[in-house]
């Protein structure tokens, strides 16, 4: 047993009717971080947090829990709670009774009922919240009676799907550092689903990327964002130029028809890779001292910078600048060797 683990997927693998929603999925998750499983709508991210909550039954492979297999362990005998998108907080009750309700079933002490949900109450920053009606609350202050609810049972791992998908954008984004924070003072394991890519470079210490149910890189938010181990990663994590070169010798690789020093190596001579450029990593120039040459075609103001696509005769470049060049104008672009990312290039079906 890893001490450093409280949660270790082994050769979990999922099927519904003969359909494999989830292969081979081998994951470690650390005691008190914040992993997010990260990828688009049917990934099989939902159903990798299900299996962990006890609420799906892999088809194949061992849930480890503290070192026990709890693959056949029910939901309420595990100490893991879940936060759903849709909050499931009882209307009928108060915001201290939806918080005490898991202590109730479990016949805790009322002096002790109520000392934890106050202090509960303190924690998610609904002080003197305890008697309003669930339905007098905003979206966020019914997010965080439904994580405190969860939280007052003292468990081990919170599990949270989606939990700020119905929140309007400048909420998701306040209550984004509200978790992270939250997660901190309480210092358990948060393991969290969502699609969006900016929540996950936000708030996580580790992401794991899927795609049709495996998992396509696990690792810190830099690591994911600055590299990316394949195409899908790449597109899916932040916009990317990603274009056909040759990796001509270690720290020399070859596209768009020039060469370029690099930081990458341990590739075959002249292999075959694919090049992926950030759109902030190209630094416009005047044409002359431009390593890349190219004439602007479209410019959209994104609000903190401009993104223009610009032609180079074969490659459609994206930049993200906040210097703005007019449509037609012919401008240079230079990349440093730590911005250019080499990756193998991946046969796909």
């Not at 939902?46 to 892999?58: A, D, S, Y």
Request: net charge negative; aromatic share 8%.
């Amino acid at each position: 047993m890893n001490k450093t683990y409280i949660i270790e997927l082994e050769n979990i693998s999922k099927e519904y009717d003969g359909i494999r929603v989830l292969d081979n999925i081998n994951l470690y998750i650390k005691r008190n971080e914040f992993l997010t499983l990260l990828g688009p709508s049917g990934c099989g991210k939902t159903t990798t947090l299900r299996i962990i909550g006890g609420f799906e039954q892999p088809t194949e492979g061992k849930i480890i829990f503290e070192g026990k297999d709890i693959t056949e362990v029910p939901p309420y005998k595990r100490q893991i709670n879940t936060v759903f998108q849709r909050y499931a907080l009882f209307p009928h009750m108060n915001v201290f009774e939806n918080i005490a309700f898991g202590l109730n079933i479990k016949k805790v002490s009322q002096k002790e009922i109520n000392s934890k949900v106050k202090e509960i109450l303190r924690l998610v920053n609904l002080q003197s919240f305890e008697n309003r009606s669930i339905e007098s609350l905003s979206g966020g202050q019914q997010q965080r009676v439904a994580i405190a609810r969860a939280l007052v049972n003292e468990p081990e791992v919170l599990l949270l799907d989606e939990p700020l998908g119905a929140l309007d954008l400048k909420l998701r984004k306040e209550m984004q550092i509200e978790l992270k924070n939250m997660q901190k003072r309480v210092g358990i394991t948060f393991i969290y689903v969502t699609h969006d890519q900016e929540e996950a470079l936000t708030m996580s210490d580790s992401i794991v990327v899927m795609d049709k149910g495996v998992v396509q890189q696990i690792g810190t938010p830099v690591d994911i964002y600055n590299e990316p181990k394949n195409r899908f990663v790449a597109q899916f994590i932040g916009d990317s130029n990603i274009i056909n070169g040759i990796m001509l010798e270690d720290f020399k690789v070859e596209f768009a028809g020039k060469v370029f020093d690099c930081v990458d190596k341990g590739f075959d001579k002249n292999e075959s890779v694919e090049v992926v450029i950030r759109p902030e990593d190209l630094e416009i120039t005047i044409q002359e001292k431009g390593q890349l040459k190219g004439i602007v075609t479209s410019i959209t103001f994104k609000g903190v910078h401009y993104e223009m696509i610009v032609n180079d005769g074969t490659i459609d470049w994206k930049i993200h600048s906040t210097i703005m060049k007019s449509v037609g104008t012919k401008i240079g672009m230079i990349v440093a060797p730590e911005n250019i990312h080499v990756m193998k290039k991946v046969t796909r079906e």
